[in-house]
């Protein structure tokens, strides 16, 4: 019962070992604020300046999220396609494997040219990080359905529509579940990152762009108060679909046993 | 033979566009009604035949002739794979539900048949579980279930209780029977089981590999109801081992040719 609580709390133990070091570290060494600020100085900062650093946070999030939902639709359309579609598929997924490999930093200098709008061309560099997986997860899930059963479906001479209702997509939603856990994260790393190099044209509001902005004036204390946002909204995500996940599959994908 | 066929082959090959030829020059009928095996060593075409006679697959050349083949789109035709089969994302109502569903029966409308499908075959009470928190004797009980459900004219089964222990494959042998009695479907029951074959068959029919074709019949005549009592009897075990003796006629030149 109690190693059973403390199996449980140990990561948040952890944390806060952790943290009672960092602080302890900080004060005990002198160390200046500007160069490591303790945790409790990053908290004050976020709370003093949370009214200004709200709105970034907010823009960051559109893209996050904007870029998500992108992926999600193309990423599930093309798959579709795809998949009814052999020869399609051949022709394309060099393209989407282009899109992969393609580092988002090297390539969001050349968006940001060609697009007029920063917003739409911080969505596109995000969007090029996050798609891929579900393409290539939802792919691979909408073959993934149990020859016996297309038989089965065959047999009882289902229509296209109960084939792709009632099999191809409860068989492809693990699959799909599993690329979304990874774009989730990915999107927001995406965002950033875009950010952080159109931030340097000093025409954003993003939070990687506040994170640059503070960095120029050696505010310390408010680049780890706006990377503590980031790092929250990420561990939001990962525990959101993971939550997701749970509740999609937990009574018969054998991913969410116990 | 009595009765009017269900089932009729006639000189049926089925070569893959691998070059392998599955089947050769097959000759078989099952009437309406009867229990029919297909006994056979791995490889030699039983499952092929299931699957033209699912229409599944077509042959090469020769005539066959199923229900599922014909234009009636009633689901007069049941599969029983070798493993249940079901959809893990659906529970055993849903996964007993799903030909009904298919046809465009909606779920209240099945509900009595589904039930009493589940009824038949020992799994009443299960309905709302799902299939990963089912045995494997009590998942294959419902792959019958959802075969039944229908009320087919003819039932194809593909080596059913070939991965369950013999406790449960008894159990489900004699319950098998009993639905067959029940509901009167014709039943080709593809096994490499003597033992099994025997014990459920009027009639059964070994077959041979490379290529596949239909080497001998065997009449087990014996009357059904057929129970624990049978399984135990002389004439069973005289049915069994009549049954042996053809097997090894036809094996004997096999192994020669081998050596």
Known sequence: MGAQLLHRASPALCLVGLLAAWEALVRLAHIPHYTLPAPTLVVRTLI??????AGSWWFTLQITFGALALA?????????????????????????????????????????????????????????????PILSNTVLGLRAADPNLRDLFRLYRASPWQRLRLLLVPSALPYFVAGLKISGGLSLIGAVTAEMVAGAAGRNTGLASRILEASF????????????????????????????????????????KQ | ???????????????????????????????????????????????TVLRLVAGLERASSGEVASPALGSNPAADTAFVFQD???????????????????????????????????????????????????????????????????????????????????????????DLLACWQAQGFATLFVTHSVLESVFLSERVLVMGARPGRVVAEVVVDEPYPRGAAFRESPRYHAACARLHAVLATLHAPVDEVLR
């Not at chain 1, 003093?48 to 650093?53: A, E, I, P, V």
């Not at chain 2, 494997?136 to 229908?150: K, P």
Request: aromatic share 8%; hydrophobic share 55%; net charge neutral.
């Open chain 2, 84 to 174: 249940a089969t079901l959809m893990p994302w659906a529970s055993v109502f849903d996964n007993v539900w799903l030909p009904l569903r298919l046809a465009g029966e909606s779920r209240g409308d099945s509900r009595q048949r589904v039930l009493d499908a589940l009824h038949l075959v020992g799994l009443a009470g299960f309905e709302a579980a799902f299939p990963a928190e089912l045995s494997g004797g009590m998942r294959m009980r419902a792959s019958i279930a959802r075969a039944l459900v229908t009320r087919p004219r003819l039932m194809l089964m593909d080596e059913p209780f070939a991965a369950l222990d013999e406790f449960t494959r008894h159990k489900l042998n004699d």
């Open chain 1, 72 to 132: 999600v639709v193309g990423g599930v359309l093309v798959a579709s396609v795809f998949a009814l579609s052999r020869g399609l598929e051949h022709a394309l997924f060099p393209l989407a494997v282009v899109l992969q490999v393609t580092p988002v930093v090297a390539i969001a200098p050349l968006i940001l040219i060609y697009v007029e709008s920063t917003t739409a061309a911080l969505l596109l560099c995000a969007w090029i990080v996050a798609f891929f």
């Open chain 2, 1 to 47: 033979m009595p009765g009017r066929a269900i089932i009729s082959l006639q000189r049926v090959d089925k070569r893959f566009a691998t070059g392998v030829t599955a089947l050769e020059g097959v000759d078989l009928h099952v009437a309406e009604g009867e229990f029919v095996s297909l006994l056979g060593p791995s490889g030699c075409g039983k499952s």
């Open chain 1, 217 to 256: 004036r050696t505010e310390t204390p408010k680049m780890f108060a706006a990377l503590l946002l980031l790092v929250a909204t990420g561990v939001a995500i990962f525990w959101s679909f993971n939550a997701l996940s749970r509740a999609l599959l937990g009574r018969w994908h054998a991913s969410e």
């Open chain 1, 48 to 53: 003093d300046n949370f009214g200004s650093l």
